[in-house]
């Protein structure tokens, strides 16, 4: 089967892409821990507040707190705890409480720079002083390092980052906003679907959007950016594909990988069937674009981040009436992804297998 | 680290960006199909791969990555998250004896 492989990347490639990958990886991975929280966030505005299923304001009470103060304290936490431990974790999260006071959106990004920046000052503080510490006197200076630092940080959270953070999530909301008035954002796909099979899409699904996704929800009640990277239709496109016109050697472990992709919402799974013939990232550009025209269209949004991107998670995610718009949209996805890795597949074929070796634009 | 014997892996580790979703898939697959061997098979993000991973697996488009983060490990590319040839060889290699060598992607 090796024959069917693309090439690897030229070297310098890879370092390139290692390294966005590493970045994207540490922004995503402050957030995906703490998915579970997300999900109860969303799961508790589908149901309480005033459009949704159950409406009940005694219970809606939680939403905003839970979205302002405790999602960003945990992505705080998460993000000094790769820092630097349970100690980093602790002033981060200390230091995220300063930036979220007084903010009227979720300070996700300020989080993301206040937790890992805080935990490092406090690493900084830890190398100085374990090495002068006299014996007994451990605990009273690790505590008071660190709630020094802790205080000092969330301080500067209120005075200084917070404020500058909230100018740049106010600027990259005002990007959006504005890509949606002009209806610019099925060009999104251009970017989105590419970065994707590079193992990109953690990063820019939790990275990026989600963020902007929740500041967005918890005003209107739901938010199309969390369909731009999470859409199943284009991969399960580009597998049915697949197992219509792929090479014969490959079909069997279709059916598997559609399920898997489809349901189980594990988008990897077709990332390799796109690297194998890079042309087919067409495929998934055409589709995640057609599918953001008809969530866009039909006015569809989640409330929360579906993730795994599974349409079971669509489906759970989806507010009141939105379903229709959220379906259309992963089946227009799915059918012009199919329709075109179709056409891809069969004049790769055409062509000769020859196609499938080379690496194309979906390196960049 | 360039390869192992596979009699003496006593850890395989299945990377992936998050550790959360495809690594725990092939993990789950890895240790039901290495059930009788003396080896623990665990996930994680690429970026925290444990120190002591005899056997590091991983997508090529990550491998750059694993490596960088786990110069003690030998480690495996693979391309496919399904039936993959380089995962199969790495599987015979730790029930059956014989050479795993750090391979795949850059």
């Known amino acids: 089967m090796a024959e069917l492989y693309a090439p690897a990347p030229a070297a310098g490639d890879a370092g390139f892409k ?62 000094g705890r790769m820092v630097h431990g349970q100690r980093g974790a602790v002033v981060g999260a200390v230091a995220t409480v300063g930036v979220v006071v007084g903010a009227d959106s979720p300070m996700f990004f300020g989080a993301m720079v206040a937790g890992p920046l805080t935990a490092y000052l406090l690493k900084l503080v830890d190398r100085a002083t374990t090495e002068r ?80 996704g929740v500041a967005e929800s918890a005003e209107t ?42 349901l189980g919402g594990i988008h990897e799974i077709y990332f390799p069937y796109v690297l194998m013939k890079p042309s087919l990232v067409g495929a998934a550009i055409a589709g995640g674009g057609a599918g953001i025209v008809t969530f866009m269209v039909t006015g569809a949004g989640l409330v929360a981040t579906p993730s795994p991107g599974s349409i079971f998670a669509y489906l759970a995610n989806s507010p009141r009436g939105a379903h229709p718009g959220v379906l259309a949209g992963v089946v227009v996805a799915t059918g012009v992804s199919f329709a075109v890795g179709s056409l891809l597949l069969g004049l790769g074929r055409r062509d000769g297998d020859e196609d499938a070796g080379r690496t194309g634009g979906a390196e960049r | ?39 623990v098979v665990e996930h994680h993000p690429v970026g925290a791969i444990p120190a002591d991973a005899d056997v590091v697996l991983c997508h090529t488009a990550l491998t750059a990555r694993a490596r960088s983060r786990a110069p003690g490990s030998v480690v495996v590319g693979f391309r496919l998250f399904l039936g993959d040839p380089a995962v199969a060889r790495v599987v015979t290699a730790v029930r059956t004896g014989g050479r795993v060598d750090d391979a795949g992607g850059s």
């Open chain 1, 133 to 212: 510490v006299r014996p007994g006197f451990e605990m009273l200076i690790d505590n008071f390092t660190a709630g020094i630092v802790g205080a000092l940080a969330a301080i500067a959270g209120v005075l200084a980052i917070g404020p500058v953070m909230r100018v740049f999530t106010d600027a990259a909301g005002a990007g959006v906003d504005a890509l949606i008035r002009h209806d610019l954002l099925p060009a999104a796909a251009l970017l989105i679907e590419p970065a994707k099979v590079l193992f990109l899409n953690n990063a820019i699904n939790h990275g990026v959007l989600g963020p902007l």
């Open chain 1, 221 to 262: 009640g739901r938010s199309i950016l969390f369909l731009l990277e999470t859409n199943p239709g284009p991969g399960l496109g580009i597998l049915l594909a697949y197992l219509c016109f792929g090479p014969r050697a490959l079909r069997p472990s279709v059916p598997a990988a559609t399920a898997i992709q489809f």
């Open chain 1, 18 to 79: 290692a390294r966005v990958q590493r970045f994207g990886g540490h922004l995503a991975g402050m957030v995906m821990p703490n998915i579970a929280a997300f999900i109860a966030w969303g799961l508790i505005t589908a149901l309480f507040i005033p459009d949704g299923w159950l409406p009940n304001e005694q219970l809606a009470v939680l939403v905003d707190p839970t979205v302002h103060v405790l999602l960003p304290v945990l992505i705080g936490y998460t993000g």
């Open chain 2, 1 to 39: 680290m360039t390869g192992i014997d596979g009699r003496n892996v006593r850890k395989v580790v299945v990377a992936c960006d998050a550790g959360m979703g495809s690594s725990v898939m092939l993990a789950g697959q890895l240790r039901r199909q290495l059930g009788s061997c003396p080896v």
